[in-house]
């Protein structure tokens, strides 16, 4: 059983609510479900993101607050991840661990900075989620080539094929 939130992250909430220009500041965020939907509604508010991070370092309920993360890695910078990160108990800090690295090889194929054969050495271990967004990110049609060929899925592999195709 998941603890109750504590007096300082309920003011937190509150606030929370608030910055994201929610209206239900009688709400008494004792439910998980009710908290996911508040920090859902704040990571689409680019202000609130401060208020989130510290809400979310008090969160008592460690599985919502690594999902919390692995959606608010996407919307933050870069450098900012991995302080996002290490606010998780390490007993759920891995998945987010994992997708703050996999952004950052998105963020290099968009850059062109990972080679083809780079790309056919790695590809293996990378997660079906990171395949897919690299059909998407690639800057390079050699690693386009090598998705084709060896993404794990078939999903992935003709979206590779497809990515491939010129314009009509």
Known sequence: MVAEPSPALVELLRQLDRAAGRTETEASFADGHDRWSLYRAAM?????????????????????????????????????RD???????PSVRAFSERRAHELGVLESLRQGAVPADSVDDLIDGWS?????????????????????????????RQAAVEALRPPK
């Open 44 to 80: 689409d508010t680019p202000g609130a993101l401060p208020l989130l991070f510290e809400a979310v370092s008090l969160e008592p309920d460690g599985p919502l607050a690594s999902g919390v993360v692995g959606e608010a890695l996407e919307r933050v910078p870069a450098d900012e």
């Open 83 to 89: 302080r996002w990160v290490r606010i998780l108990d």
């Open 128 to 156: 079906d989620w990171l395949q897919l967004r690299a059909v998407r990110a690639a800057a390079d049609t050699a690693v386009l080539h090598v998705v084709s060929r060896k993404g794990r899925t078939k999903r992935i």
